[in-house]
């Protein structure tokens, strides 16, 4: 069954076709002509996600590139959990960038895109020219992986992060799928008030009384149709793979991002304030930070603030002169 393109993606000309890259195959949306940019969804996201983006950029005169990224959609999602680590959704990037005969890209990225875009970037500055994220800061390396910091951190207390290393995880969101995307969209959760019980994610979101309008039912509807094929599980083998992320990238101990970078964050998001709460200072962790703002807005920034995203994203692209 085919559902409707959001966001009136319809009259945007949109192109999905399968890309090899680093030994497996994405799903890739594309409109209009010019620059590249290639943008980067997080989870549990998918191509569409970026619609707003998306029409602005091609309106602007740029060629966009939305994958849907490793194990979402119509993209391949290996069986084996160590195919998640970050290092190869980076590669995958690179591979990406080298089916558009793109020496230098310009990547943007939301939520885990942010990481996969940050990890990009750090991994492989000569291949990119620009790196922006929403959402999500660059953490750097740490001294521990993400995973055993979180532990360390939260105690006894409940983390989703921590929740999802078990199969219950997938198992409870995969009871129907339209129901968890929506609850995570569009409800409302205190990330890092919880404490420990028997709740998983779902029990302890409150949902509001009113569905909020930057989350349109037409997406709603589309988000889950590209969920049936893959389910959960392979999207949260990202989470798994933090400390195999962290061995492998011990060669890139102390670098920071040296390329172009542009980071937005909204005021309402757990992510700014728990980069707060750590001291995070983002002008530490990259080097040429051209943009560094916190909107007013929560984890969904470009869906919920699309017209002062867009602004920031064209002003980034300017400075950068793509």
Known sequence: MSHQLPYGLEQYGIRLRRIATNGIHLNVAEAGDGPLVFLLHGFPEC??????????????????????????????????????????????VIGLLDAYDQER???????????????????????????????????????????????????????????????????????????????????????????????????????????????????????????????????????????RTWQRTADRDGHTITVPAMYLTGSKDWTNRYADSIGLDMHERCSDLRINEVIKAGHWLGQEEPELVNRKIAEFLALIGH
Not at 57 to 65: A, H, W
Not at 135 to 156: C, E, H, I, N
Not at 170 to 181: F, P, T, V, Y
């Open 47 to 92: 191509w569409a996600s970026w619609g707003p983006q998306i029409k602005f950029l091609v309106d602007q005169g740029y060629r966009v590139v939305a994958p849907e990224m490793r194990g979402y959609g119509d993209s391949d999602a290996p069986e084996d959990i160590t195919a998640y680590d970050t290092v190869e959704l980076a590669a995958d």
């Open 105 to 243: 890209g310009v990547i943007i990225g939301h939520d885990w895109g942010c990481i996969v875009a940050w990890h990009t970037a750090w991994l492989h500055p000569e291949r990119i020219k620009g790196v922006g994220g929403l959402s999500v800061p660059w953490f750097g390396r740490g001294q521990t992986d993400t995973l055993s910091a979180l532990k360390r951190q939260m105690g006894d207390n409940y983390f989703y992060i921590i929740d999802f290393q078990n199969a219950a995880a997938h198992e409870a969101l995969n009871r129907d799928k339209g129901k968890s995307l929506e609850a995570i969209l569009t409800g409302h959760f205190d990330l890092l008030g919880q404490k420990a019980g028997d709740q998983g994610l779902l029990e302890r979101i409150t949902m509001p009384a009113r569905r909020p309008d930057y989350m349109p039912q037409d997406f709603l509807d589309y988000i889950t149709s590209r969920y049936q094929r893959h389910g959960f599980e392979p999207v949260l083998n990202w989470y798994r793979n933090f400390e």
